[in-house]
């Protein structure tokens, strides 16, 4: 008796260890995201706020979810090379020069990936293969 209540346990241990693990896409999503974070956090925060609120009229915010779901295939491209001239945000104009970011193609994913998932967006994990695709098509 006492070795199949053992047994038991130990099989119910298993089972419930299983259940709280995560699957692979949802770790990739958390490395992704903890690592575009600490990226954020260095590089971009300084100006787009540490709630990505911008800078009142001289920076962007990047709580405009309809913006940064519409362009989603283009961040890519921005956080690489930057961006200048005039852009509408939430109906807003801005116009201030955004430096490249010097940052590798993983490093940019995982930026992407961080933004498009933080200040009420929800655009899901943005790939590194997603990434090197949209590098190519920067125009």
Known sequence: MNKAVIIL???VAIVMIAASCQNE??????RYYTGG????????QN???SKGEGLSALIPPLTDTAYISKNRNKLACIIQNGMGG??????KM??????PSGLSPIEIAEVATYLGN???NKTGII???????NLNECQ
């Not at 801005?94 to 430096?99: I, L």
């Not at 790939?127 to 695709?133: A, L, P, R, W």
């Open 47 to 49: 100006c787009h706020g």
């Open 25 to 30: 896409g949802q770790m990739e999503y958390a």
């Open 37 to 44: 974070k600490l990226l954020y956090q260095q590089k971009c």
């Open 86 to 91: 005039f852009i509408s945000v939430s109906g």
């Open 94 to 99: 801005y116009e201030n020069q955004m430096p």
């Open 9 to 11: 346990t130990g099989l």
């Open 127 to 133: 790939s590194i293969e997603q990434v090197e695709k």
């Open 118 to 120: 933080s200040f009420g």
